[in-house]
């Protein structure tokens, strides 16, 4: 099939649509996508808002996979975009270019009720959720997350769904009726696999270290939302130890609870009673009891408690007062006095751990019971697991906390957040890894989104994500939208600079005034939630007096939040990082959207900071190389919540006077479409609002 023409005015895919418009940026960059699959290179696609990404990338995968029986993961960051992927734009193409092909969501384990979790559990509560789960198998029900008919509390689904470190895979009892390995084995047929980039990137790494895969092996590859890759991977890439998770290996491993679920020595325990029970109970039950029973709780005892204090020892040894700071070599060597002996006390204290579990599980060997070891290889394998995560944390603390010196390379920091806290490191340059694991094996691939890269093109982005040595092509679609008619942009003057003290109470005179003014929604974006929650404390009653309806991030999830301003009239939603993008409002219910600042990333973040020194010692400027092209990035998100079809028109206001002030402001106006941008003092916004809205006259205004 020529591309060209299915992209035309009466083919296959638009013969129902007699106002179909042609657009020849949707044509452009699904000819790009194409030709990166078929001249086997890696392209770097940015399409602005309008233009039909997802469609201009769809249709080449499925000619692909059709014509040539090749298999394509197309991996996106958002579950919005998955399920448009999945449940209305895949049905709609394969419906109208009549093809056969097989197509699946891929999730990770942790969107699946386990049932060997759920029959780990004992008590009455329990009896009835095994029933109703029972019932609505019987029904051929999904056990997926969201999909379950009947509310689970969530400190039972916490432990009732799947998880990496205790699936046993083949040598699980419930295998034959697993969902999770049901919809593993419905990823082999399909042609077109939808995926998010964490678990994209997961089972990367996993191939390339030799592990349990989780999809089938491919060499085509797009990346929708791909501006988000770098930051998924530095995730990902992490290790990470805190004292939670070390205390929950404790628990999974024994708990002295009569309800609730049964830790595994527990279940080990009642079999090896259970065989031996007509045995007249030997002398090797006995000691057997008195190790889990009495021996195993001492040892958690004192574990967690020399755990618990080193911790606590981090936590003293805060150097400010931030939640999350980074161990440099200045304070590692501080440590020596008081952190070392504490890390010491902790590894002394569970040292023995990993040797009592695997003396275990060798007297049980020892019995010579060749049907009993057999019946116990699985609580074998999931014992096994847990000692080796516990293994891992302990040689993670050492690796983190007794070394005087950061590891080249890596970043190291501590985070607090009430109970929870953890202690990671990363690498600061994730190129390599991306590289190795992702791209290299690929013949061919696709990285798109609405934002890749400033003024400066997208060499930051593609040096960053490993693409250096393999070379890639870029081309920029911009969006069909008449902007220049539909939009206006406003920079306001005679506020005070974001991080004064006074900025946060002039924004809040003059949103007093503007807000009630203005018809339609409004969008107000923070770059933190301090600022948020500064604003909503000064602004919230007041709001509601005049009868607004205030929304803010944190108070609902984010998609009753979405619901809300949709169903709500006069309403304002307070939003931080994750609306700035990926939200769609239809209908031209968004009239504006308020910039509160810049969306630069705070130096102080440990891992900015580590790569901004990494850059410097590269003889780089970390401010025009790294900082700038990624606040660029975010500003244009920002700015493209506003117009998402023909019909809206709307004002987007920035109160960050740097935008005027700093030289790069004219790289932040430059990355926007081509719409009217003005400067005005802060008195005369209504009266430039009104006049806006009175020429367009736009639907409801």
């Not at 699904?30 to 990166?36: C, F, L, N, T």
């Not at 049901?182 to 089972?203: P, S």
């Not at 803010?552 to 169903?567: N, V």
């Amino acid at each position: 099939m020529d591309i060209d023409k299915l992209f035309e005015r009466g083919s296959p895919l638009f013969k129902d649509f007699p106002r179909y418009e042609e657009r020849k940026e949707q044509k452009e960059l699904a000819r790009m996508v194409k030709d990166s699959f078929e001249k086997g290179h890696v392209s770097l696609l940015e399409a602005g808002t309008g233009v039909g990404k997802s469609f201009a990338y769809l249709v080449p995968a499925l000619l692909l996979a059709h014509v040539k029986g090749e298999k394509v993961v197309i991996s996106t960051h958002t579950i919005h975009l998955q399920e448009q992927i999945v449940k209305k734009d895949l049905p709609f193409l394969l419906k109208a270019l009549e093809f056969n092909l097989g197509f699946s969501l891929a999730m990770g384990l942790r969107n699946y009720l386990c049932l060997r979790n759920l029959d780990d559990w004992g008590g009455e509560e329990e009896k009835e959720l095994k029933d109703k789960v029972s019932a609505w198998k019987e029904l051929g029900g999904s056990l997926k997350k969201g999909e379950i008919p009947f509310y689970i509390p969530p400190d039972l689904a916490e432990t009732l769904f799947a998880d990496h470190d205790s699936c046993t895979g083949q040598r699980c009892a419930f295998y034959d009726d697993c969902p999770v390995f049901a919809d593993r084995k419905k990823l082999e047929d399909a042609k077109i696999i939808v995926v998010n980039h964490h678990l994209l990137l997961t089972d990367a790494v996993r191939k390339k270290g030799g592990e349990r895969a989780i999809l089938p092996n491919y060499s085509y590859l797009i990346i929708d939302e791909a501006h988000h890759l770098e930051e998924v991977a530095t995730d990902l890439f992490a290790n990470s130890v805190s004292n939670i998770d070390l205390f929950r290996l404790f628990g999974r491993l024994y708990t002295e609870a009569k309800r609730g679920r049964k830790g595994v020595l527990n279940r080990l325990l009642e079999k090896v009673e259970t065989y031996f029970s007509k045995q007249n109970e030997p002398s090797f039950l006995r000691r057997f009891r008195e190790k889990i029973l009495m021996e195993f709780p001492a040892l958690r005892e004192k574990g967690m408690m020399e755990i618990h204090r080193l911790y606590q020892g981090l936590v003293g040894a805060s150097p400010s007062l931030d939640p999350k700071w980074r161990l440099t070599n200045t304070l590692k060597i501080s440590f020596k006095k008081d952190i070392h002996p504490l890390l010491k006390r902790a590894e002394e204290s569970n040292q023995m751990l990993p040797a009592y579990l695997s003396g275990l599980l060798q007297d049980v060997r020892d019995t010579k019971e060749e049907k009993l070891v057999k019946d116990l290889e699985p609580l074998f394998q999931e014992i096994d697991q847990l000692r080796g995560r516990f293994q891992e944390g302990l040689i993670l603390l050492r690796e983190i906390l007794g070394n005087e010196e950061v590891p080249k390379g890596l970043v190291q920091w501590f985070s607090a957040e009430r109970d929870y806290l953890n202690l990671s490191e990363t690498s600061i340059d994730q190129s390599k890894t991306l590289k190795e694991v992702l791209f290299s094996p690929l013949k061919g691939g696709a990285l798109l989104s609405a934002t890749l890269g400033g003024k400066g093109g997208f060499a930051p982005l593609a040096e960053r994500l490993g693409l250096k040595e393999r070379g890639w092509e870029e081309a920029s679609f911009p969006s069909p939208f008449n902007f220049q008619r539909q939009a206006l942009f406003l920079g306001v003057e005679g506020l005070s600079l974001p991080d004064d003290p006074q900025f946060t109470m002039e924004a809040k005179e003059l949103l007093l005034d503007l807000l009630p003014t203005l018809k339609g929604g409004t969008f107000l974006l923070f770059t933190s939630f301090q600022q948020l929650n500064a604003l909503k404390v000064e602004l919230e009653e007041k709001l509601k007096e005049k009868r607004m309806v205030p929304l803010f991030q944190g108070d609902l999830p984010r998609r009753k939040l979405l619901e809300r301003f949709q169903d709500e009239h006069r309403t304002v939603l307070f939003g931080t990082d994750s609306f700035w993008e990926g939200v769609d409002i239809p209908g031209g219910k968004l009239k504006t959207v308020i910039l509160m600042k810049l969306p630069f990333k705070s130096p102080k973040d440990p891992i900015i900071e580590a790569r901004s020194e990494s850059l410097k010692e590269e003889g780089k400027n970390p401010f025009m190389s790294y900082h700038l092209p990624q606040a660029l990035i975010k500003f244009k998100q920002g700015f493209g919540r506003l117009i998402r079809s023909h019909s809206d028109k709307g004002i987007v206001l920035c109160l960050d006077r740097r935008l005027q002030e700093k030289s790069y402001g004219k790289l932040f106006l430059a990355t926007l479409p081509s719409c009217e941008k003005k400067f005005i003092a802060k008195d005369s916004i209504k009266t430039e609002i009104t006049k806006f809205f009175a020429l367009s006259k736009p639907d409801g205004y």
